[in-house]
């Protein structure tokens, strides 16, 4: 395959926020990490964070900013990923490419590998949403199959070291996994933002009590 060919397909299309809200929503993100480090529920689980150790974990340096925030609609791998060229050549992917929208954010997430925003898409939203992004997340994530189309939205806001932020997303779908088997979490606490929950494992659902809105501009990204 020449380079020309596979350059043409992006690494990822998505919706990329704005850079000033990218700044808003990575504050509100230290915030909210800052305040759940100081909560003894969360020090009752800090083990989760230190693997297995009783030591003190600074979640503002556990993890590590990836790049541009955005909310990842289709992972192409330059061509390489199934159904990338499929994806690239749709109508609506190019008739929408480059507009502008209005994501909305209505969790923050936390667990030991990721700290990500739950994106909930709107109807108009999810016309760009490819229909096997949940069941692809399948063997990873079992029962992901049969969550609705979109629940894998979210945007990263840091990994720790090590991990790569396609599991941000995977750690989104294993809270909603066990919301639709029944599980509530564990109610923490009511927080200015939301209400908090815990889910196990190192996992921490924050739901907003209001969205958070954030202009953003469909496109791709090659690195
Ligand atoms: O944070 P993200 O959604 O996770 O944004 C990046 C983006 O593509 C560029 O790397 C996401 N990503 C990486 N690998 C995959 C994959 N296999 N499936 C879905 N998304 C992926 C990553």
Redesign the pocket.
């Known amino acids: 395959k020449g380079l020309h060919e596979e350059m043409s397909i992006p690494?990822?299309f998505?919706w990329f926020l704005l850079p000033t809200i990218q700044e808003k929503v990575r504050c509100t993100s230290m915030d909210f990490l800052k305040t759940l480090d100081t909560l003894e529920a969360f020090k009752k689980h800090m083990t989760d964070f230190a693997g297995g150790a009783e030591k003190e974990v600074d979640l503002e340096q556990y993890f590590k900013a990836?790049g541009n925030l955005?909310?990842?609609t289709k992972?192409c791998?330059y061509g390489r990923?199934q159904g990338a060229k499929e994806y690239a050549e749709k109508p609506v992917v190019n008739e929408l490419y480059g507009s502008a929208f209005e994501l909305s954010l209505t969790a923050l997430f936390v667990t030991p590998r990721t700290v990500g925003a739950r994106v909930s898409l709107s109807e108009e939203q999810l016309v760009l949403w490819p229909a096997d992004?949940e069941k692809?997340a399948e063997a990873a994530v079992p029962g992901a199959a049969s969550l609705a189309l979109g629940s894998r939205a979210?945007?990263?806001l840091g990994c720790a070291e090590g991990v790569?932020?396609?599991q941000?997303?995977l750690d989104l779908l294993e809270i909603l996994v066990l919301q639709q088997e029944g599980q509530q979490g564990e109610l923490v606490e009511e927080m200015e933002l939301g209400t908090l929950a815990y889910y196990g494992k190192g996992r921490w659902l924050l739901s907003l009590r209001e969205p958070i809105c954030v202009p953003a501009c469909f496109s791709s990204?090659y690195r």
């Open positions: 690494l990822y998505g990836k955005h909310c990842t992972f791998d990923a992004a692809e979210h945007v990263t790569q932020p396609v941000t997303g990204g």
